[in-house]
Nanobody, 125 residues
């Protein structure tokens, strides 16, 4: 049974940092793509970043480049999202998702079959 469990969300002031974690279990890890998506109130779920576990290649939505960093620990089967210079507009529920096999475009949410329950990130002063 595939499971993805996010953690690390919380409240931060603008300019702060958070690291989200996604623990992946239930299937072969090395051939996946794992993505982070977010959904703000009243908005559609949007891609943040994704990583191919086979070769470590990473991809980012344009608005997240330079502030967010995705990484993975294949031994622990955890994917991380380091978020720096947080802005008010980063407030959202952040979801981890997995796709097997890794899609050509891992920033497309339609490519993902497995989703976590989400973790809330609130940026507020």
């Amino acid at each position: 049974q595939v499971q993805l469990v996010e953690s690390g969300g919380g409240w931060k002031e603008p300019g702060g940092s958070l690291r989200l974690s996604c623990a992946v279990s239930g299937f072969t890890f090395d051939y996946y793509a794992t993505g982070w998506f977010r959904q703000a109130p009243g908005k559609e779920r949007e891609a943040v970043s994704c990583i191919n576990t086979s070769d470590g290649s990473t991809y980012y939505s344009d608005s997240m480049k330079g502030r967010f960093t995705i990484s993975r620990d294949n031994t622990k089967k955890i994917v991380y999202l380091e978020m720096n210079s947080l802005k008010f507009e980063d407030t959202a529920v952040y979801y981890c998702a997995a796709a097997d096999p890794a899609p050509l475009n891992c920033l497309m949410r339609e490519e993902y079959d497995y989703w976590g329950q989400g973790t809330q990130v609130t940026v507020s002063s």
